[in-house]
């Protein structure tokens, strides 16, 4: 069975960091795209950041883009999400996902984890 399980998630000030774990069982992602989307209360899943199997390809929404950092481990099987200087409008669950493509961006994800929770207090 493959799963996708996130861990990292919790309560924080606004102004702090967290740093989200997606680490994959049943099967090997290392050569396949990876990304974090994000759900908040009320609202639709959005994108948030991909990463590619070639650790030098990263795609950030423009929200996160300065403040959040993704990237991987592939010896692991383990992707990152970097979250720094949370906002409370980053509460969210986070998800993360895996494409079967080496390159996904956005869109096209097949596998997704449970979810995590985040939430930025002010």
């Known amino acids: 069975q493959v799963q996708l399980i996130e861990s990292g998630g919790g309560l924080v000030q606004a102004g702090d960091s967290l740093r989200l774990s997606c680490t994959a069982s049943g099967r090997t992602f290392s050569r396949n795209a990876m990304g974090w989307f994000r759900q908040a209360p009320g609202k639709e899943r959005e994108f948030v950041a991909s990463?590619?199997?070639?650790?030098?390809?990263?795609l950030h929404t423009d929200s996160v883009k300065g403040r959040f950092t993704i990237s991987r481990d592939n010896a692991k099987d383990t992707v990152y999400l970097q979250m720094n200087s949370l906002e409370p409008e980053d509460t969210a669950v986070y998800y993360c996902?895996?494409?079967?493509?080496?390159?996904?961006?956005?869109?096209?994800?097949?596998?997704w984890g449970q979810g995590t929770q985040v939430t930025v207090l002010s």
């Open positions: 990463i590619g199997w070639n650790v030098g390809v990263t």
């Open positions: 996902a895996a494409c079967s493509s080496s390159w996904c961006g956005k869109s096209g994800y097949e596998y």
